[in-house]
């Protein structure tokens, strides 16, 4: 079936650390990924995403890139902040059909 | 344009009574998605509807059910209420047969049984 893990958290760094939160897919077709990401009280908001192989989503400082060929979309920033602190969930849909997964999400904590 | 909205915002049971919530999608949008987050446990797919039909349903037992009106709105009924049916309850909506399918989400409704 179609299914998303990713990294388990929780993950704390420190402000302007790097950031990587692994997300692999296994998906009959051709899939495209998310990031959403949930602020602290509220419901989840459309990060970024990427349709096809070998596109970049990027929003915020942040970025993944769609490999079909290891079946990732990593999401990565180079300098986190404070106000990133937040969980992240990975998620795919099958293009023409609305089946939609998320990953479990990854809550991520950043320390001044 | 008004987003996903789903009421109430919070809402109390007792255990063995039953709890009905309600999502109304962004305009236009015809499948709408139900998702239950419980403390520490991520986002767990529940259901899926799709033009009025049941598409697909994740995990849970039959108590939990649902439906999509004809103007998209739907409603997920719990049954029978158990404790750990406590979670927030996210409501997606999307267009339908699109490349870039993508959705969003309502603020939750805040279910806690006692």
């Known amino acids: 079936g179609n299914s998303v893990t990713q990294m388990e958290g929780p993950v704390t760094l420190s402000e302007e650390a790097f950031l990587t939160i692994n997300c692999t897919y296994t998906?009959?077709?051709?899939?495209?990924l998310f990031w959403y990401v949930q602020y602290p009280g509220e419901g989840l908001q459309l990060l970024l995403k990427a349709t096809k192989a070998d596109d970049k989503g990027s929003n915020k400082g942040f970025e993944a890139t769609y490999r079909k060929e290891t079946t990732s979309f990593h999401l990565e920033k180079g300098s986190v902040q404070v106000s990133d602190s937040a969980v992240y969930f990975c998620?795919?849909?099958?293009?023409?059909?609305?089946?939609?997964?998320f990953g479990a999400g990854t809550r991520l904590t950043v320390k001044p | 344009e008004a987003g996903v909205t789903q009421s109430p915002t919070h809402l109390i049971k007792t255990r063995g009574q039953q709890a009905t919530l309600r999502c109304s999608p962004i305009s236009g949008h015809t499948s709408v998605y139900w998702y239950q987050q419980a403390l520490g446990l991520g986002l767990q797919f529940l259901l899926w509807?799709?033009?009025?039909?049941?598409?697909n349903r994740g995990n849970f037992p039959p108590r939990f059910s649902g439906r999509q009106f004809p103007n998209y709105s739907s409603e997920l009924n719990v049954n029978a209420l158990e404790l750990e049916d406590s979670a927030l309850y996210l409501c997606a909506s999307s267009f339908e047969f699109t490349e870039n399918t993508e959705a969003f989400f309502g603020q939750g409704t805040r279910l806690t049984v006692v």
């Open positions: 509807y799709d033009e009025g039909e049941e598409r």
């Open positions: 998906a009959t077709g051709y899939p495209s």
């Open positions: 998620a795919l849909s099958l293009n023409y059909n609305n089946d939609m997964r």
